[in-house]
């Protein structure tokens, strides 16, 4: 409530007669709200005795009435005077004058939104607030979050609010569905239960019905099933009789969820976002109100589904986002009273007061961080997913729980007059404004249609309404305002979760059909508010993510005021600015920035004018578009004219960017010269950007050495538009505000701006030592100082609140700043802000600043005034004087004293003991403090490495710890940075990073290095990580790849405290991709293809680390060991073994076995074979026999083989203990562990060496591209088919590498089980639990089966994938084109099959996001789409060249006619008959979700038919290949086999330790053909000859050997190969043959235990080895 709409403050004139009692708002004592008065400024607090107020009458009511004012005296307080009267000329002019109906009516019944309130607020406690919570005190939220909840206690019903207490403990040991099946029914009628009970029961009811419906989709068998698995469901009545919703949910909830709905308003039973979260909370103390009572430090979440953190912390996040609004509904009220009334001055203050609550609520949304150090505020993404699939809508008809049922969207929508609706989430909001309570829609529906506040801003003319409501319009809907903010956070949750399995928010924003769903969120985002933003900016040209930074934020005109000294130092280098703002709707609150336009020196445009010769067109008018012509339109908008004014020459100097010289600048000026000027041929040969220098030094030197003519042509005079597309607009500059008011409208504003100074280009200078002062601070604090002090200048200015440097929310909590030079800006308004609000009794100040002289010290007088009153401490390190001074905390006051020139970090390590308590948090016993960092980039440097010693000198032991303390601060965001960017050139002349270089730095092993590439540039972000704002997932989920795409949609780029950043972890540059020469089209798509395929095996390696860590554990009873402070115990749930780890652990690997891998193994593998085997085929002509490596028949035998079935049955025996099996559970849970643990290690191992084969496979493109001189090519005059086919050549043996180590994956996973008595507690009773599991299922006897058919092919027990009749596995082109006739037909197939039709009905459309994603990721999915889509165009585009080389038959290759040629050959060649080993298997059940082990699956390619021809591997010499060819595959071949890097320009470390390598490698394992050609052994029978090596002598190459040690040996060639970048450097150094011993865990386990040796390799050492010997479990007691 404002003091205006205060029952007692309205009294007085609209100001408290208590809060503002004295000159200072200090010695006001402020109560709930801000209430200085009720209950509190009093001694007695009677203020009946106050007022005058009879006993026993309400009190607000008694003073509403007193204050009641007659019509006429509200709508005739001004009548026109005599003169006015004169004036009028008609009788309708005469008439318009009296007020007009409607507003009587209005004023006679109250402002329609009032109305609505006070209707509430007198039936809503009556009637348990069936309508909806809504009151002027609370808003939306209820004023009582017990009453409901205690209510339900005292009822029949509190068998549901019991259930629910315990349901995360029923959901933990896998009993939700039979403890909700076991409730007696209860009746939700008004006898049983009472209406004021009904909030509580519907949160209840909703949520057991979802929990239901959960558990019975998400049971065990969305993943990978077997026939054994069997669902069980309570034998118990449902209640299919009582709709849709409630159809197979049992009649004990089913019934009185149906009635209590309906006693509601609901129509259709559903669950809404704010019954879990703003409905289902407790508050911990109801007197703390202070922003608002519901904050996530002061609420608990009531009821939970799965009592995760990611449950708990979201949704207490999305109460708080809620709940932030608590005081907006009556601020809406209270405007709609003024605009009535026509009281401009009323209407300000609470426009005012809107803007401000509008303002904090961006900061709700950072209760919710992915940081795994941020403790209750941390929410892990996968198990988000979780909960985000249990808030499904339980039928198809019900509305989705979305955040647009939140008050703040549809009532700031509606307040703010939003015209459109047509973006998928308008409609959405359209449809749930549908479904929303009464009291809201009547309350939306009063400030929709009536007294409209935006109309009547626009009417007024006042430009500060405007203003205002400009930052209103910004708050909400702005690209750094709420909108803006809730669109990033969604980003990066759902970037990470689309990765894992998750495809879409609630809402289903993100599901359309789009190649990465969290960027159709992104766009589904921006076209809403573009929506939003239409009336009041136009019809938007540009995403909003693309204005941030820009001129675009920069929405009001003002001009500077003075310039005066904030220091001693004569020079001023550091001036104190202050602009005018009077009348422009500005406010400001501490930690602010402003953007502001800097104006181009007259200087700097007088030097383009001579050179141009411009000197008689300066003020005339230049056609624009692009960006000038939205500058234009910005211009007419913030100058609020209704006609445009053109552009001008003087316009477009001054506000272009003239300097420094970008290269983009350099390279317009040397195309308009057509390259004949030298001057501007040496700035493009600068070796750093960019260049220290203007456009005017550029053009003047430029304009002696250009020919004339040319000159004249490229600047002609005659049409200027040139000008606009030469010079760009220049961005805006940001300082931090260093003032504070507490004025209603701020008339000035403060900037501390230091003069920025650098030395010009030595091209421009021509030796002599010139410095200049950078455009925007030379601008604004000019040298020498200018005794002007004043300007008429327009310049254009915006404000900016950064959600991370903003103060606590509590006065009390101590404060530390450490700032360097003018970084002391921002300090002052926060200490200026604390003195006016808490006075000398809030908070401890402490402040520690660098500078360098006593002369630059600002603000001296000032500091020493707050430390002789005791409010501040004062730190001051002057770095090249030694007059310092001291803080005496005796005498308060700063004392001269010598002390020798020193730095920042220094000064922090001499106060170490005060700054150690203020970073421990309050959980460590520290004060918890906030701590600021001001500065450029080298001073936060010294910040950190100050606190990091003080940290480590009076804290902890060990720099870990050190870490941990800091990171965790930061993770609270009780940590915060303003780093400005200092202009610094980047080198252009370092040695590139390749993009393989790049893929392996992820960062997820312990101790690894995490890169990240931006636009060209390579950074290592690894000691960033923990200090992001966003948390360290976002990060995480990006790392080893180019996330340029993401950076921008974040807004990153024109971010300049990003930027400067950067600087700081700058690696180097990304190696370009290859300049093909005209046609090399072929190579050069190839290269895309192939980095899109790294991208993908990087991003999936990166992606699985989100839960591998989880999943592992450092034991089954403690926590991760990768990050202590963060992750906590998955596998235990109060002691007991919980089903929510296996329900993890079944989903991680259903995602990954499922489908066989399909982000790596399906389409986008097989589209690669397709058009690399076209290409060798190609070039050996129509009459070569080539034989290819079988990829896909590889890969195809590898999913279906007896391991791959094993697999699959173990996953599905997973699953089984999800529902039903919590009593095998407890028989086999460290064995389960131990199997996950090992399952993620081998999914992870080979991930790894999948990303080292495939970034070969990248280098050699850069490498084939320098492969040939100019003699080569001289003498090879068909060089470019060459290249082709011997990188084509090349491609596909790393692509048969792949497919094989898919085989040896499945191999050694298929040793694992979960059943493993010797780990367990109570072995026997293990052992009798499995036999009674076969005895229920009826496996006993196939058992039994299996292990006599074992006996009996002892040494055979695993049917490797690689047939032992032919181990080459070599086919030709034509079995190649038959596999991708098949895939095409049975994708398309299946298509028609398993992809529903798109819903009709938005209702419809939500449902979708209940079904299970367990097969692939959407990422996968989409990307295997694009790939057949592509394989398709491929057949059809090459259908003449693909007959020509095949034996195809003569006929057109439509999609169509694929498809149908390819079922009729699955039909006529049967399946792939498996072995009987297999078929045992197949008896046991093995059923895939989705799919009928009946029907045709996609057909095993044959074993090499071909064999009759030669066997040897794409030979060059009878394929009729090249020699230059066969020459230049032989050095791609040689230098894989020496593990030398492909790109040693770069000089890498890891090139010349691999060289090392190969110099120690045994002479007898370096054969020929072993050198260029390294080979892998056949799992389980012959190992597979190198090229050339066939027949007989492939059988004498190597003794046989069993399984196990061929497995061995493969596994040992596998790691023959230049090492990772990731490798510790004593591995690295280790000889071929040492590696080869060490290789990761070897597959010899003699049963199906744990017993595999471990592993030696670093690379390899997993922290989870050796199960059985003791590592992992303590033995039993």
Same mark, same amino acid.
């Given at each position: +409530?404002?003091?205006?709409?205060?029952?007692?403050?309205?009294?007085?004139?609209?100001?408290?007669?208590?809060?503002?009692?004295?000159?200072?708002?200090?010695?006001?004592?402020?109560?709930? @709200?801000?209430?200085?008065?009720?209950?509190?400024?009093?001694?007695?607090?009677?203020?009946?005795?106050?007022?005058?107020?009879?006993?026993?009458?309400?009190?607000?009511?008694?003073?509403?009435?007193?204050?009641?004012?007659?019509?006429?005296?509200?709508? %005739?307080?001004?009548?026109?005077?005599?003169?006015?009267?004169?004036?009028?000329?008609?009788?309708?002019?005469?008439?318009?004058?009296?007020?007009?109906?409607?507003?009587?009516?209005?004023?006679?019944?109250?402002?329609?939104?009032?109305?609505?309130?006070?209707?509430?607020?007198? !039936?809503?406690?009556?009637?348990?607030?069936?309508?909806?919570?809504?009151?002027?005190?609370?808003?939306?939220?209820?004023?009582?979050?017990?009453?409901?909840?205690?209510?339900?206690?005292?009822?029949?019903?509190?068998?549901?609010?019991?259930?629910?207490?315990?349901?995360?403990?029923?959901?933990?040991?896998?009993?939700?569905?039979?403890?909700?099946?076991?409730?007696?029914?209860?009746?939700?009628?008004?006898?049983?239960?009472?209406?004021?009970?009904?909030?509580?029961?519907?949160?209840?009811?909703?949520?057991?019905?979802?929990?239901?419906? %959960?558990?019975?989709?998400?049971?065990?068998?969305?993943?990978?099933?077997?026939?054994?698995?069997?669902?069980?469901?309570?034998?118990?009545?449902?209640?299919?009789?009582?709709?849709?919703?409630?159809?197979?949910?049992?009649?004990?909830?089913?019934?009185?969820?149906?009635?209590?709905?309906?006693?509601?308003?609901?129509?259709?039973?559903?669950?809404?976002?704010?019954?879990?979260?703003?409905?289902?909370?407790?508050?911990?103390?109801?007197?703390?109100?202070?922003?608002?009572?519901?904050?996530?430090?002061?609420?608990?979440?009531?009821?939970?589904?799965?009592?995760?953190?990611?449950?708990?912390?979201?949704?207490?996040?999305?109460?708080?986002?809620?709940?932030?609004?608590?005081?907006?509904?009556?601020?809406?009220?209270?405007?709609?009273?003024?605009?009535?009334?026509?009281?401009?001055?009323?209407?300000?203050?609470?426009?005012? @007061?809107?803007?401000?609550?509008?303002?904090?609520?961006?900061?709700?949304?950072?209760?919710?961080?992915?940081?795994?150090?941020?403790?209750?505020?941390?929410?892990?993404?996968?198990?988000?997913?979780?909960?985000?699939?249990?808030?499904?809508?339980?039928?198809?008809?019900?509305?989705?729980?979305?955040?647009?049922?939140?008050?703040?969207?549809?009532?700031?929508?509606?307040?703010?007059?939003?015209?459109?609706? *047509?973006?998928?989430?308008?409609?959405?909001?359209?449809?749930?404004?549908?479904?929303?309570?009464?009291?809201?829609?009547?309350?939306?529906?009063?400030?929709?249609?009536?007294?409209?506040?935006?109309?009547?801003?626009?009417?007024?003319?006042?430009?500060?309404?405007?203003?205002?409501?400009?930052?209103?319009?910004?708050?909400?809907?702005?690209?750094?305002?709420?909108?803006?903010?809730?669109?990033?956070?969604?980003?990066?949750?759902?970037?990470?979760?689309?990765?894992?399995?998750?495809?879409?928010?609630?809402?289903?924003?993100?599901?359309?059909?789009?190649?990465?769903?969290?960027?159709?969120?992104?766009?589904?985002?921006?076209?809403?508010?573009?929506?939003?933003?239409?009336?009041?900016?136009?019809?938007?040209?540009?995403?909003?993510?693309?204005?941030?930074?820009?001129?675009?934020?920069?929405?009001?005109?003002?001009?500077?005021?003075?310039?005066?000294?904030?220091?001693?130092?004569?020079?001023?280098?550091?001036?104190?600015?202050?602009?005018?703002?009077?009348? &422009?709707?500005?406010?400001?609150?501490?930690?602010?920035?402003?953007?502001?336009?800097?104006?181009?020196?007259?200087?700097?445009?007088?030097?383009?004018?001579?050179?141009?010769?411009?000197?008689?067109?300066?003020?005339?008018?230049?056609?624009?578009?692009?960006?000038?012509?939205?500058?234009?339109?910005?211009?007419?908008?913030?100058?609020?004219?209704?006609?445009?004014?053109?552009?001008?020459?003087?316009?477009?100097?001054?506000?272009?960017?003239?300097?420094?010289?970008?290269?983009?600048?350099?390279?317009?000026?040397?195309?308009?010269?057509?390259?004949?000027?030298?001057?501007?041929?040496?700035?493009?040969?600068?070796?750093?950007?960019?260049?220290?220098?203007?456009?005017?030094?550029?053009?003047?030197?430029?304009?002696?050495?250009?020919?004339?003519?040319?000159?004249?042509?490229?600047?002609?005079?005659?049409?200027?538009?040139?000008?606009?597309?030469?010079?760009?607009?220049?961005?805006?500059?940001?300082?931090? !505000?260093?003032?504070?008011?507490?004025?209603?409208?701020?008339?000035?504003?403060?900037?501390?701006?230091?003069?920025?100074?650098?030395?010009?280009?030595?091209?421009?200078?021509?030796?002599?030592?010139?410095?200049?002062?950078?455009?925007?601070?030379?601008?604004?604090?000019?040298?020498?100082?200018?005794?002007?002090?004043?300007?008429?200048?327009?310049?254009?200015?915006?404000?900016?609140?950064?959600?991370?440097?903003?103060?606590?929310?509590?006065?009390?909590?101590?404060?530390?700043?450490?700032?360097?030079?003018?970084?002391?800006?921002?300090?002052?308004?926060?200490?200026?802000?604390?003195?006016?609000?808490?006075?000398?009794?809030? #908070?401890?100040?402490?402040?520690?600043?660098?500078?360098?002289?006593?002369?630059?010290?600002?603000?001296?007088?000032?500091?020493?005034?707050?430390?002789?009153?005791?409010?501040?401490?004062?730190?001051?390190?002057?770095?090249?004087?030694?007059?310092?001074?001291?803080?005496?905390?005796?005498?308060?006051?700063?004392?001269?004293?010598?002390?020798?020139?020193?730095?920042?970090? *220094?000064?922090?390590?001499?106060?170490?003991?005060? !700054?150690?308590?203020?970073?421990?948090?309050?959980? =460590?016993?520290?004060?918890?403090?906030?701590?600021?960092?001001?500065?450029?980039?080298?001073?936060?440097?010294?910040?950190?490495?100050?606190?990091?010693?003080?940290?480590?000198?009076?804290?902890?032991?060990?720099?870990?710890?050190?870490?941990?303390?800091?990171?965790?601060?930061?993770?609270?965001?009780?940590?915060?940075?303003?780093?400005?960017?200092?202009?610094?050139?980047?080198?252009?002349?370092?040695?590139?990073?390749?993009?393989?270089?790049?893929?392996?730095?992820?960062?997820?092993?312990?101790?690894?290095?995490?890169?990240?590439?931006?636009?060209?540039?390579? %950074?290592?972000?690894?000691?960033?990580?923990?200090?992001?704002?966003?948390?360290?997932?976002?990060?995480?989920?990006?790392?080893?790849?180019?996330?340029?795409?993401?950076?921008?949609?974040?807004?990153?780029?024109?971010?300049?405290?990003?930027?400067?950043?950067?600087?700081?972890?700058?690696?180097?540059?990304? &190696?370009?991709?290859?300049?093909?020469?005209?046609?090399?089209? =072929?190579?050069?798509?190839?290269?895309?293809?192939?980095?899109?395929?790294?991208? *993908?095996?990087?991003?999936?390696?990166?992606?699985?680390?989100?839960?591998?860590?989880?999943? =592992?554990?450092?034991?089954?009873?403690?926590?991760?060991?990768?990050?202590?402070?963060?992750?906590?115990?998955?596998?235990?749930?109060?002691?007991?073994?919980?089903? !929510?780890?296996?329900?993890?652990? %079944?989903?991680?690997?259903?995602?990954?076995?499922?489908?066989?891998?399909?982000?790596?193994?399906?389409?986008?593998?097989?589209?690669?074979?397709?058009?690399?085997?076209?290409?060798?085929?190609?070039?050996?002509?129509?009459?070569?026999?080539?034989?290819?490596?079988?990829?896909?028949?590889?890969?195809?035998?590898?999913?279906?083989?007896?391991?791959?079935?094993?697999?699959?049955?173990?996953?599905?025996?997973?699953?089984?203990?999800?529902?039903?099996?919590?009593?095998?559970?407890?028989?086999?849970?460290?064995?389960?562990?131990?199997?996950?643990?090992?399952?993620?290690?081998?999914?992870?191992?080979?991930?790894?060496?999948?990303?080292?084969?495939?970034?070969?496979?990248?280098?050699?493109?850069?490498?084939?591209?320098?492969?040939?001189?100019?003699?080569?090519?001289?003498?090879?005059?068909?060089?470019?088919?060459?290249?082709?086919?011997?990188?084509?050549?090349?491609?596909?043996?790393?692509?048969?590498?792949?497919?094989?180590?898919?085989?040896?994956?499945?191999?050694?996973?298929?040793?694992?089980?979960?059943?493993?008595?010797?780990?367990?507690?109570?072995?026997?009773?293990?052992?009798?639990?499995?036999?009674?599991?076969?005895?229920?299922?009826?496996?006993?006897?196939?058992?039994?089966?299996?292990?006599?058919?074992?006996?009996?092919?002892?040494?055979?027990?695993?049917?490797?994938?690689?047939?032992?009749?032919?181990?080459?596995?070599?086919?030709?082109?034509?079995?190649?084109?038959?596999?991708?006739?098949?895939?095409?037909?049975?994708?398309?197939?299946?298509?028609?099959?398993?992809?529903?039709?798109?819903?009709?009905?938005?209702?419809?459309?939500?449902?979708?996001?209940?079904?299970?994603?367990?097969?692939?990721?959407?990422?996968?999915?989409?990307?295997?789409?694009?790939?057949?889509?592509?394989?398709?165009?491929?057949?059809?585009?090459?259908?003449?060249?693909?007959?020509?080389?095949?034996?195809?038959?003569?006929?057109?290759?439509?999609?169509?006619?694929?498809?149908?040629?390819?079922?009729?050959?699955?039909?006529?060649?049967?399946?792939?008959?498996?072995?009987?080993?297999?078929?045992?298997?197949?008896?046991?059940?093995?059923?895939?979700?989705?799919?009928?082990?009946?029907?045709?699956?996609?057909?095993?390619?044959?074993?090499?038919?071909?064999?009759?021809?030669?066997?040897?591997?794409?030979?060059?010499?009878?394929?009729?290949?090249?020699?230059?060819?066969?020459?230049?595959?032989?050095?791609?071949?040689?230098?894989?086999?020496? #593990?030398?890097?492909?790109?040693?320009?770069?000089?890498?470390?890891?090139?010349?330790?691999?060289?090392?390598?190969?110099?120690?490698?045994?002479?007898?394992?370096?054969?020929?053909?072993?050198?260029?050609?390294?080979?892998?052994?056949?799992?389980?029978?012959?190992?597979?000859?190198?090229?050339?090596?066939?027949?007989?002598?492939?059988?004498?190459?190597?003794?046989?050997?069993?399984?196990?040690?061929?497995?061995?040996?493969?596994?040992?060639?596998?790691?023959?190969?230049?090492?990772?970048?990731? +490798?510790?450097?004593?591995?690295?150094?280790?000889?071929?043959?040492?590696?080869?011993?060490?290789?990761?865990?070897?597959?010899?386990?003699?049963?199906?235990?744990?017993?595999?040796?471990?592993?030696?390799?670093?690379?390899?050492?997993?922290?989870?080895?050796?199960?059985?010997?003791?590592?992992?479990?303590?033995?039993?007691?």
């Amino acid at each position: +409530m404002s003091e205006q709409s205060c029952p007692v403050s309205g009294s007085v004139g609209g100001r408290c007669p208590v809060g503002h009692a004295g000159s200072s708002r200090s010695n006001s004592r402020m109560g709930p @709200r801000g209430c200085a008065f009720s209950s509190y400024g009093s001694p007695a607090g009677d203020i009946h005795a106050a007022f005058d107020i009879p006993r026993g009458v309400v009190v607000e009511e008694w003073l509403r009435m007193r204050e009641r004012k007659a019509i006429n005296q509200l709508l %005739y307080a001004n009548i026109p005077s005599v003169e006015e009267l004169g004036m009028v000329k008609t009788q309708a002019e005469l008439d318009a004058l009296n007020a007009r109906e409607q507003d009587l009516l209005a004023i006679a019944l109250g402002a329609p939104a009032r109305q609505v309130m006070l209707r509430a607020e007198e !039936i809503g406690p009556k009637t348990g607030w069936l309508d909806g919570y809504l009151s002027a005190e609370h808003g939306f939220c209820p004023p009582d979050y017990e009453e409901a909840a205690g209510a339900l206690a005292k009822t029949p019903g509190r068998i549901w609010s019991d259930l629910m207490d315990r349901m995360p403990g029923c959901v933990a040991r896998g009993r939700a569905l039979e403890s909700i099946a076991a409730l007696n029914l209860v009746e939700g009628t008004k006898e049983v239960i009472p209406d004021q009970a009904l909030w509580a029961a519907i949160v209840a009811l909703g949520m057991l019905c979802s929990i239901y419906r %959960y558990e019975c989709k998400n049971d065990g068998t969305e993943g990978i099933t077997s026939a054994r698995t069997k669902k069980k469901r309570p034998n118990v009545p449902m209640g299919d009789d009582l709709g849709e919703e409630l159809v197979g949910i049992p009649l004990c909830i089913a019934l009185p969820y149906y009635q209590v709905s309906r006693r509601m308003g609901r129509t259709l039973p559903h669950l809404t976002f704010p019954d879990q979260s703003s409905y289902n909370i407790k508050v911990k103390d109801p007197t703390s109100n202070y922003p608002y009572v519901a904050r996530f430090d002061n609420i608990d979440l009531r009821w939970c589904a799965f009592g995760e953190k990611a449950e708990v912390a979201f949704l207490k996040g999305c109460a708080d986002t809620s709940a932030s609004f608590q005081h907006g509904p009556d601020a809406i009220a209270a405007c709609q009273e003024h605009v009535m009334t026509k009281n401009v001055e009323g209407l300000l203050r609470e426009m005012i @007061r809107l803007k401000e609550i509008l303002e904090r609520m961006p900061n709700a949304f950072h209760s919710i961080n992915v940081n795994p150090n941020s403790g209750d505020n941390y929410v892990p993404v996968h198990q988000w997913v979780r909960w985000a699939k249990f808030s499904a809508p339980i039928s198809k008809r019900c509305p989705a729980s979305s955040g647009l049922q939140f008050p703040p969207y549809l009532v700031m929508d509606a307040f703010l007059g939003r015209k459109k609706y *047509t973006s998928f989430l308008g409609k959405e909001g359209v449809h749930l404004r549908a479904w929303i309570p009464s009291n809201l829609r009547a309350f939306i529906a009063a400030i929709e249609y009536h007294y409209r506040i935006p109309e009547f801003v626009q009417q007024s003319g006042d430009p500060r309404l405007m203003g205002v409501l400009d930052g209103i319009v910004e708050a909400y809907t702005g690209e750094r305002g709420f909108m803006g903010t809730h669109r990033y956070k969604v980003f990066g949750i759902l970037e990470i979760a689309a990765k894992s399995g998750r495809t879409e928010t609630n809402g289903l924003s993100g599901a359309a059909d789009a190649g990465r769903p969290w960027e159709e969120t992104h766009k589904q985002f921006s076209d809403a508010m573009k929506e939003r933003l239409e009336p009041y900016r136009g019809n938007l040209k540009v995403e909003p993510h693309q204005m941030r930074g820009t001129f675009e934020e920069c929405r009001y005109a003002t001009r500077v005021l003075n310039r005066s000294h904030v220091d001693s130092d004569m020079t001023r280098s550091i001036g104190l600015v202050t602009l005018d703002i009077q009348d &422009t709707g500005i406010t400001f609150m501490p930690g602010d920035r402003l953007a502001v336009m800097p104006l181009n020196s007259w200087e700097e445009c007088a030097k383009v004018v001579a050179a141009l010769g411009l000197e008689t067109s300066i003020d005339a008018t230049v056609e624009v578009s692009g960006t000038w012509s939205r500058f234009e339109q910005h211009l007419t908008a913030v100058r609020r004219t209704a006609t445009p004014k053109k552009l001008t020459v003087a316009d477009i100097l001054r506000r272009g960017h003239l300097a420094p010289v970008t290269k983009e600048l350099a390279l317009k000026v040397h195309s308009m010269l057509a390259a004949s000027s030298n001057t501007v041929l040496q700035v493009l040969a600068t070796e750093e950007w960019p260049v220290r220098g203007s456009l005017g030094d550029l053009l003047q030197d430029a304009l002696v050495d250009t020919p004339t003519h040319i000159w004249d042509k490229a600047f002609s005079l005659n049409n200027l538009s040139w000008l606009a597309d030469l010079i760009p607009v220049e961005v805006p500059r940001t300082y931090s !505000i260093a003032s504070y008011t507490d004025e209603l409208l701020p008339s000035t504003v403060d900037l501390v701006i230091s003069r920025a100074e650098y030395k010009l280009c030595s091209t421009f200078s021509k030796g002599d030592d010139m410095t200049r002062a950078g455009v925007a601070s030379g601008f604004f604090n000019p040298n020498p100082p200018s005794d002007d002090m004043v300007s008429d200048d327009e310049i254009l200015v915006g404000v900016s609140r950064p959600l991370a440097f903003q103060l606590p929310l509590y006065n009390m909590t101590p404060c530390a700043y450490f700032a360097g030079g003018s970084g002391i800006a921002p300090f002052r308004s926060f200490w200026q802000y604390r003195l006016a609000t808490s006075g000398l009794s809030g #908070g401890k100040n402490h402040l520690y600043l660098g500078v360098q002289s006593r002369e630059k010290f600002c603000f001296e007088d000032e500091l020493r005034e707050y430390v002789n009153a005791d409010f501040m401490e004062v730190h001051v390190a002057f770095s090249r004087d030694s007059r310092g001074l001291a803080y005496d905390p005796y005498s308060r006051d700063l004392v001269e004293k010598h002390i020798p020139p020193r730095y920042i970090d *220094t000064l922090i390590v001499e106060q170490g003991a005060t !700054i150690s308590d203020l970073v421990m948090s309050k959980k =460590q016993g520290g004060l918890g403090g906030y701590l600021y960092v001001c500065g450029s980039v080298a001073v936060f440097d010294s910040v950190m490495n100050g606190i990091r010693k003080a940290v480590y000198t009076h804290c902890t032991a060990t720099m870990e710890n050190v870490d941990l303390i800091v990171n965790k601060a930061f993770a609270e965001r009780r940590f915060m940075l303003d780093v400005f960017m200092t202009p610094k050139p980047l080198p252009c002349n370092l040695p590139t990073i390749p993009l393989s270089q790049l893929a392996q730095h992820t960062g997820h092993r312990l101790g690894s290095r995490m890169w990240i590439g931006v636009h060209g540039s390579v %950074y290592d972000v690894t000691d960033f990580c923990p200090m992001h704002p966003g948390g360290t997932q976002i990060i995480k989920s990006n790392a080893g790849v180019d996330c340029s795409k993401s950076f921008d949609n974040l807004a990153h780029t024109n971010n300049p405290e990003v930027a400067s950043l950067l600087t700081k972890y700058f690696v180097g540059h990304l &190696t370009p991709k290859p300049d093909y020469q005209g046609g090399e089209e =072929q190579i050069s798509a190839l290269y895309d293809l192939w980095a899109s395929y790294l991208r *993908t095996t990087t991003e999936t390696l990166v992606t699985h680390q989100v839960e591998m860590h989880e999943i =592992q554990g450092a034991s089954l009873s403690t926590d991760s060991a990768y990050n202590p402070g963060g992750i906590t115990n998955l596998w235990l749930r109060e002691n007991l073994p919980s089903t !929510i780890a296996v329900r993890t652990f %079944y989903s991680y690997q259903s995602r990954l076995l499922q489908g066989g891998f399909t982000a790596l193994f399906g389409a986008k593998l097989q589209e690669l074979v397709l058009k690399l085997s076209f290409s060798v085929a190609n070039a050996g002509g129509a009459g070569a026999h080539i034989q290819l490596p079988d990829v896909l028949g590889a890969v195809a035998r590898a999913n279906t083989g007896s391991d791959a079935v094993t697999c699959m049955n173990e996953v599905a025996l997973v699953g089984q203990f999800i529902h039903g099996g919590a009593d095998d559970l407890r028989f086999q849970e460290r064995g389960l562990f131990a199997y996950a643990a090992k399952s993620v290690e081998l999914d992870i191992e080979l991930l790894e060496d999948l990303r080292q084969e495939v970034g070969t496979g990248m280098d050699a493109f850069d490498s084939m591209a320098n492969a040939y001189g100019s003699a080569d090519r001289s003498q090879d005059p068909d060089l470019k088919a060459t290249r082709l086919a011997a990188l084509s050549t090349f491609l596909l043996q790393i692509l048969e590498r792949i497919s094989r180590r898919l085989g040896i994956f499945y191999a050694q996973l298929a040793q694992c089980s979960v059943y493993n008595p010797e780990l367990e507690r109570n072995p026997a009773r293990t052992r009798w639990a499995l036999v009674r599991r076969c005895i229920r299922d009826g496996s006993l006897f196939v058992m039994a089966h299996k292990a006599a058919t074992d006996v009996l092919v002892a040494g055979q027990q695993s049917s490797y994938y690689m047939s032992r009749a032919n181990p080459n596995q070599n086919v030709d082109f034509d079995s190649v084109i038959s596999q991708v006739r098949a895939t095409l037909g049975s994708a398309h197939t299946e298509m028609h099959i398993a992809v529903p039709q798109q819903p009709i009905t938005l209702n419809a459309v939500h449902q979708a996001r209940g079904r299970s994603s367990g097969d692939a990721s959407v990422v996968a999915t989409r990307d295997n789409a694009g790939a057949l889509k592509a394989m398709n165009n491929f057949v059809e585009k090459n259908s003449k060249a693909i007959r020509r080389l095949s034996r195809m038959p003569p006929m057109p290759l439509s999609f169509e006619e694929i498809q149908k040629a390819a079922l009729n050959g699955m039909g006529q060649a049967g399946l792939h008959t498996p072995p009987a080993e297999h078929e045992a298997m197949m008896a046991m059940g093995l059923g895939i979700k989705g799919q009928d082990i009946g029907r045709p699956r996609l057909p095993t390619p044959p074993s090499s038919r071909g064999s009759s021809r030669s066997p040897s591997r794409v030979r060059q010499s009878s394929t009729g290949m090249s020699a230059s060819a066969e020459m230049l595959l032989g050095k791609l071949n040689h230098s894989r086999t020496r #593990g030398a890097s492909l790109h040693s320009r770069h000089g890498s470390v890891s090139a010349a330790q691999s060289q090392l390598q190969f110099q120690h490698q045994p002479q007898h394992q370096m054969l020929p053909q072993q050198q260029h050609m390294p080979y892998y052994p056949v799992v389980g029978g012959m190992p597979t000859p190198p090229m050339g090596v066939t027949g007989r002598d492939a059988q004498t190459q190597l003794p046989k050997s069993n399984m196990h040690a061929a497995m061995s040996s493969m596994s040992g060639h596998l790691n023959t190969r230049r090492p990772r970048s990731d +490798m510790p450097a004593h591995t690295m150094n280790l000889p071929v043959g040492r590696v080869r011993s060490t290789s990761r865990s070897s597959a010899s386990s003699v049963s199906r235990g744990h017993t595999s040796v471990p592993s030696t390799n670093s690379l390899r050492a997993f922290k989870l080895r050796g199960l059985v010997e003791g590592e992992r479990f303590a033995p039993a007691s």
